[in-house]
């Protein structure tokens, strides 16, 4: 069995290294599965309380090869592969190979027509990583929105410097977004729903959650990704967000689950 896919769009390519960029803020290893119709990932952060998955169906690649009838899992040290990532100019396209016969291994090519830009070649050693798939069920969601990414992202680092829990509390009329500590005090962002691109809530609904500001943060680091992100909230259950990957209307994203902090009072 092997693997062959390429990125030729540079807008593609940035986007497939930022999302190695900030996958160790969650996890030093992950397996990426490479099956026959997408590429996917889904990993847990060390203390337990996120997961993020990873779709890239296979027309997002220029090219995706997927010789085999199985899923092809490889364990590769996160920090490692974005470095690699990492040192490629803006102007190279990008190259993934995997064999059965090197199964120890996974190489990536640089390559670029301007010939004042020398091409790359990597090997990187993989590992074997013990963890199971979590089947996470559809639900629906009691309330949704989806906001600017760098907007969203700005707001969550001011709400950190006053604590390390987010309430967001949501209405049929706004949706407000606070952050209170002893130490620093209180800080309260009022988000009018007309300000936002898209709001559903059910009807008479009101929603009180609360969240991990720091693991919100490190989700946030995600925001050049997608101009913007959807937040699905519904009670008793993780908070999910969305990046869509749109830029060549294919049905790529980056999906967060972050599990509610639990009220002791």
């Given at each position: 069995m092997s693997i062959n896919i390429a990125i030729n769009d540079f807008q593609s390519a940035d986007a497939f290294t930022q999302i190695f960029q900030h996958a160790r803020l969650f996890t030093d290893h992950i397996n990426i599965l490479f099956e026959q119709g997408r590429m996917y990932i889904q990993s847990m952060d060390s203390t337990r309380v996120s997961i993020f998955e990873v779709y890239l169906p296979s027309e997002w690649f220029c090219k995706y090869d997927h010789q085999g009838e199985t899923t092809i899992t490889l364990g590769i040290n996160s920090t490692m592969l974005f470095k690699v990532l990492n040192t490629r100019d803006k102007n190279q396209t990008l190259n993934i190979t995997f064999d059965t016969e090197n199964e120890d291994k996974l190489y990536l090519y640089f390559s670029s027509d301007d010939k004042s830009i020398f091409d790359k070649n990597f090997e990187l050693p993989?590992?074997?990583?013990?963890?199971?798939?979590?089947?996470?069920?559809?639900?629906?969601?009691?309330?949704?929105?989806?906001?600017?990414?760098?907007?969203?992202?700005?707001?969550?680092?001011?709400?950190?410097?006053?604590?390390?829990?987010?309430?967001?509390?949501?209405?049929?009329?706004?949706?407000?977004?606070?952050?209170?500590?002893?130490?620093?005090?209180?800080?309260?962002?009022?988000?009018?729903?007309?300000?936002?691109?898209?709001?559903?809530?059910?009807?008479?609904?009101?929603?009180?959650?609360?969240?991990?500001?720091?693991?919100?943060?490190?989700?946030?680091?995600?925001?050049?990704?997608?101009?913007?992100?959807?937040?699905?909230?519904?009670?008793?259950?993780?908070?999910?967000?969305?990046?869509?990957?749109?830029?060549?209307?294919?049905?790529?994203?980056?999906?967060?689950?972050?599990?509610?902090?639990?009220?002791?009072?």
């Open positions: 993989l590992i074997d990583i013990d963890s199971e798939l979590m089947a996470i069920p559809e639900s629906e969601s009691d309330a949704e929105f989806a906001i600017s990414s760098a907007n969203f992202a700005s707001i969550i680092n001011q709400l950190k410097l006053f604590g390390d829990t987010i309430e967001i509390n949501c209405t049929e009329e706004k949706i407000e977004l606070l952050s209170i500590s002893q130490e620093s005090g209180k800080m309260t962002v009022d988000i009018d729903i007309d300000d936002l691109t898209s709001y559903s809530i059910n009807e008479g609904e009101t929603m009180h959650l609360s969240f991990s500001l720091n693991i919100l943060h490190n989700i946030c680091q995600y925001n050049k990704l997608s101009k913007e992100m959807e937040l699905h909230l519904t009670k008793n259950f993780p908070l999910k967000l969305i990046y869509h990957l749109n830029n060549n209307n294919s049905d790529a994203k980056l999906v967060f689950y972050l599990a509610p902090k639990i009220d002791d009072n």
